[in-house]
């Protein structure tokens, strides 16, 4: 399977700990995304990277989150200090912008803050 | 800030019959516009999608038209099939590549 690939599918935990996710995009795909999904709502954008660098972060994206994609490949997405209103589905997408820029989307890691 | 309004949020056809979505922006300089279909459990795929510089595509039973004017977006799909139903959501972006702003979603439901 060469799409985008996420882990955990699944993560339960705890108000107030920290949680990690990563995010493996299409080989060659320059641009990765992070995108937030709620129940019953569209896709809201967190930040995306070209290569290493991080371009952009939604104003979404509290202190409390952290991206980082340090080789240019695979992407991180931290939460700290979980609040149950973190609970939600994130999302990662990828794109090359040589072939055109559309996005593909992983199959999201699901969140669940108790 | 950028919006992008979606109706209906739910659709009930039957197997054979049309449906369309409709979706309004707000940032007049959006230029790319994509549809994607989100079945329970999965990320949402793309199924097509269109630029400014064009007013209608077509890909076999799904096609999408454009009205920049109006900052208006449709999405029809013809003879539907059972295995079409999903949630479908617009976006739109300042360009390929860009961030998305998605719509809030139309749960189309197709009965056999």
């Known amino acids: 399977d060469t799409g985008v690939s996420q882990d955990p599918r699944h993560k339960i935990t705890k108000r107030g700990q920290n949680v990690t996710f990563r995010c493996d995009p299409i080989s060659e795909h320059n641009r990765l995304y992070w995108y937030r999904q709620t129940l019953g709502q569209g896709p809201e954008f967190l930040t995306y990277f070209q290569n290493e660098a991080q371009l952009e972060k939604s104003r979404l994206l509290s202190d409390r989150f952290s991206a980082e994609r340090p080789k240019g490949s695979f992407s991180t997405l931290e939460i700290q200090r979980t609040e149950q209103g973190d609970s939600a589905m994130y999302l990662c997408?990828?794109?090359?912008?040589?072939?055109?820029?559309?996005?593909?989307f992983g199959p999201g890691t699901r969140l669940t803050v108790l | 800030g950028e919006n992008v309004e979606q109706h209906p949020s739910t659709l009930s056809v039957q197997e054979g019959d049309s449906a369309v979505i409709k979706c309004t922006y707000s940032d007049s300089a959006s230029n790319y516009f994509p549809w994607y279909k989100q079945e329970l459990g999965k990320g949402p795929q793309l199924i097509i999608d269109?630029?400014?510089?064009?007013g209608e595509k077509k890909d076999q039973r799904i096609a999408v038209t454009l009205n920049k004017t109006a900052k208006h977006f449709s999405l029809h799909i013809t003879e539907t099939q059972p295995e079409d139903s999903a949630v479908y959501f617009c976006a739109a972006s300042i360009y390929q590549g860009g961030k998305l702003i998605f719509g809030q979603g139309t749960e189309l439901s197709v009965k056999p």
């Open positions: 269109i630029r400014s510089n064009v």
């Open positions: 997408a990828s794109s090359s912008l040589d072939r055109g820029g559309e996005q593909f």
